[in-house]
């Protein structure tokens, strides 16, 4: 099976390197309703990356219990788990604050050694050749014109 990714181009990049940028899916969760504006959404959002676009049930406010967005991220950073919203104390009460969980859906992986995304130095071939199949021999049956592969590994 083969995976596609969407990666970020750049002019100065290395044909044989891939960016650390990606785009992911994340979820604001323990979401309060007057939260939803595009404005509070997009601050809060901007935490963990570049804000692309809304998902459309956050646009529209149907799920009342988190807001979806995509993000531009670097793989390299680390990602925050909670957002502290604080509001500050004034006439009506004193300084209150709330935690906002982030889910992240699905976060590619990436590899400083190789710098490719997909894998983790854990499963790096640079780094663990061991754990790359190599066509060790071919046999050819003469009777048939079959050919049989052996794998290392």
């Known amino acids: 099976m083969?995976?596609?990714g969407c990666t970020k181009w750049s002019p100065w990049q290395k044909s044989y390197e891939e960016t650390p940028i990606a785009v992911a899916w994340i979820?604001?969760?323990?979401?309060a309703s007057n939260f939803f504006g595009n404005e509070c959404v997009f601050s809060l959002a901007s935490v963990v990356g570049n804000l692309l676009h809304f998902d459309l049930a956050t646009q529209i406010?149907?799920?009342p219990s988190c807001a979806k967005v995509n993000v531009?991220?670097?793989l390299l950073s680390t990602f925050p788990q909670h957002i502290k919203i604080v509001e500050e104390e004034d006439e009506y009460g004193p300084e209150e604050f709330k935690w906002i969980k982030i889910k992240y859906d699905?976060?590619?992986k990436y590899c400083k050694t190789c710098k490719?995304?997909?894998h983790n130095e854990l499963y790096c071939w640079v780094i663990h050749p061991q754990l790359h199949k190599?066509?060790?021999?071919v046999a050819e049956d003469g009777n048939t014109g079959k050919r049989t592969y052996r794998y290392c590994c």
């Open 134 to 137: 190599r066509l060790d021999d």
């Open 2 to 4: 083969w995976q596609i």
């Open 61 to 63: 406010s149907i799920r």
């Open 72 to 74: 531009e991220v670097n």
């Open 27 to 31: 979820c604001l969760m323990e979401f």
């Open 106 to 108: 699905y976060m590619p």
């Open 116 to 118: 490719k995304q997909g």
